[in-house]
Each structure stands twice: as C-alpha cells, then as structure tokens.
C-alpha cells in the first residue's frame, strides 16, 4: 500500500482525490491545509488524518509520497 498525503485544499483538490481513490494500491493517509475547515472538508469520506502544518504532516506520518 501506498501512503499518500496531500498538502493543500484548493479547487485542484477534488481531482486529485478522485484520481487517487481510482489506484488500487494507494490510500490517502493525510490531508494538510492552512485553514483547518478547508482541511477537514477535504478529508470528508476518507479515514485520513488533518494536519495545517505540512512539516508536521511529513515528520508524522510515514508518507510514501
């Protein structure tokens, strides 16, 4: 399985979400934004964890890319 975090919660987000829940070996483990409310709707329907720091995102978890 890939790991996968995603750094930013803008226009371009839902694209690439649908990209990525399209991969079979690939699950979104993070999602990060500035603006926390940003970040948490862009985690709706995923089992993902929030962050709006994306140095904190990166030295948590064990990203993959």
């Known amino acids: 399985m890939i790991k996968v ?3 930013g919660c ?5 694209m ?3 990209s990525l829940l ?3 070996d690939v699950k979104i483990t993070a999602i990060c ?3 926390e409310s ?3 709707r862009g985690a709706e329907g995923l ?3 929030i962050y709006t720091d994306y ?7 064990e990203l993959d890319t």
């Open 5 to 7: 975090g995603i750094i």
């Open 47 to 49: 089992d993902c964890n």
């Open 10 to 14: 803008g226009l371009i987000l839902p």
């Open 38 to 40: 940003a970040a948490k």
């Open 55 to 61: 140095k904190k995102m990166i030295d948590t978890e």
């Open 22 to 24: 399209n991969l079979e």
């Open 16 to 18: 690439h979400k649908k």
């Open 33 to 35: 934004d500035i603006d």
